[in-house]
Nanobody, 113 residues
Framework: QVQLVESGGGLVQAGGSLRLSCAAS??????MDWYRQAPGKQRELVAD???????NYADSVKGRFTISRDNAKNTVYLQMNSLKPEDTAVYYC?????????WGQGTQVTVSS
């Protein structure tokens, strides 16, 4: 069974940092993504990364967040710096394989002002 297991969320003050991790089992995804969903809002793409390290970011997080991956550990990371209250959301790890979407269980990130 394919699993994506996230960790690293929590409560932080504005301006602080958090690092999220997502460990994938059984499948090595070509591209992996981080999405987030705030209360009452649609889920949105935060960042994605290919196996070769090409990255893409939402405009709202450019310059503050960094996505990376360790292919040997089949793990993707999201380093989040200069956090803002509007970054508060549940963050989800995501990958696609053979047309199927795989999601992690989500990890809560709360940024207090």
């Amino acid at each position: 069974q394919v699993q994506l297991v996230e960790s690293g969320g929590g409560l932080v003050q504005a301006g602080g940092s958090l690092r999220l991790s997502c460990a994938a089992s059984r499948i090595i995804f070509n591209a992996m993504d981080w999405y987030r969903q705030a209360p009452g809002k649609q889920r949105e793409l935060v960042a994605d990364i290919t196996r070769t390290g090409l990255t893409n970011y939402a405009d709202s997080v450019k310059g503050r967040f960094t996505i990376s991956r360790d292919n040997a550990k089949n793990t993707v990371y999201l380093q989040m710096n200069s956090l803002k209250p509007e970054d508060t959301a549940v963050y989800y790890c995501h990958g696609i394989m053979s047309g199927l979407n795989y999601w992690g269980q989500g990890t809560q990130v709360t940024v207090s002002s």
